[in-house]
């Protein structure tokens, strides 16, 4: 069955008959998970079975942004807490191969949780490069504040998810570490020069540029558009993230619902549609908005089908696991932070 160019979050901890109908209804290519949908492990199966039912796709993606740190939303007493990115970050400072292992064990930790409730996406790594100044939005969810250690460090991440049966999302991109404001609640405007930004932020994207799916920044770049953010930017779009960085996977949106857009929700949606990302992302559950945003998105064809398809057909089984054994050497690795 065909779908529709969106990924749907809901409103609560089981579907109710209206979002049942919408799904059904409108098919949208996957859901994504957030706090309010979260209880225990056996409501969140459940959960993700109902929505699988609704839009009659088995293998329908579920998403989630498990990072770590302060974005986790699978959490104690039910999931273990893990840490941020600048964890892994300081490990690399004190020799780059514990940074890569920590980085690894730890996202192939998070992928044996999301299989067990069957999550098959995570919205993760980031290659964000932040510099002084910036928002915290950003903060210690970073790698580092060198693209190459970045990148590194984010592909260790991805090879961690990969191996767990998870497929990774690589955002924000073409990058949101420069952002003086959280784009949640307002626009950020970054005034940074092209030359600048392709050697420390894009840069920083180019080496994960073979990543199956990736997420758009609300950021402007005046040097590129000083009018529209990188998420309806068509410039952007074209010129850096299928050109100068050469992603070529399915390009998501961040959420629609965010403050950092103008105008409605469906002029937000169409404006993403038309710069050319293949996929909308509505994150907060709000059923108006929701059937808003079904009817300004196109169905899933062309080339933003395939993308879809390679995208799915590039995960794969998880590979055996032994927990305990890999959360001690985290918990290890982790340790020698606070001593070294």
């Known amino acids: ?137 950003i903060g210690n969810r970073a790698y580092g504040t060198g693209p190459a250690k970045v990148a590194a460090i984010a592909r260790a991440v991805t090879e961690g998810l990969v191996e767990g049966g998870v497929l990774p999302v690589l955002k924000h991109i073409p990058g949101h570490g420069r952002a003086t404001a959280d784009s949640h609640f307002r626009l950020p405007t970054v005034d940074t020069s092209r030359a600048e930004l392709e050697t420390t932020d894009f840069a920083a994207f180019q080496p994960l540029a073979d990543l199956p799916m990736a997420m758009t920044a609300h950021v402007v770049f005046s040097a590129l558009d000083p009018a529209q953010p990188a998420t309806t930017s068509a410039t952007i779009i074209s010129q850096v993230i299928r050109g100068v960085i050469g992603f070529q996977g399915l390009l998501m949106s961040d959420d629609v619902s965010m403050n950092a857009l103008a105008g409605t929700i469906a002029e937000r949606t169409r404006a993403i549609v038309n710069a050319g990302c293949d996929m909308v992302l509505h994150c907060n559950g709000k059923l108006d908005e929701m059937r808003d945003v079904a009817r300004e998105t196109p169905e899933l064809t062309g080339e933003a089908l395939a993308r879809a398809k390679r995208a799915l057909a590039s995960r794969h089984q998880p590979q055996p696991l032994d927990r305990q054994a890999a959360r001690a050497e985290l918990d290890a690795l982790i340790n020698r932070v606070g001593t070294a």
Not at 7 to 29: M, N, Q
Not at 37 to 45: C, G, L, W
Not at 96 to 101: A, E, N, R, W, Y
């Open 1 to 137: 069955m065909s779908s529709r160019a969106f990924i749907t979050g809901v409103s609560g901890l089981e579907l109710g008959a209206d979002e049942r109908a919408f799904i059904r209804a409108e098919r949208p290519w996957g859901f994504i998970l957030f706090k309010r949908n979260i209880d225990t492990p056996v409501q969140v199966s459940s959960l993700v079975r109902e929505l699988r039912e609704a839009v009659g796709n088995p293998d329908a993606p579920v998403l989630i942004d498990q990072e770590g740190g302060r974005v986790q939303r699978l959490g104690p007493p039910h999931w273990p807490a893990y840490p941020p990115g600048a964890v892994f970050g300081a490990l690399y400072d004190i020799e780059p191969k514990l940074g890569f292992q920590a980085a690894r064990l730890s996202s192939r930790l998070i992928a044996a949780d999301l299989i067990d409730l069957g999550i098959s996406v995570d919205c993760l790594p980031l290659a964000d490069v932040p510099v002084a100044g910036a928002d915290a939005v």
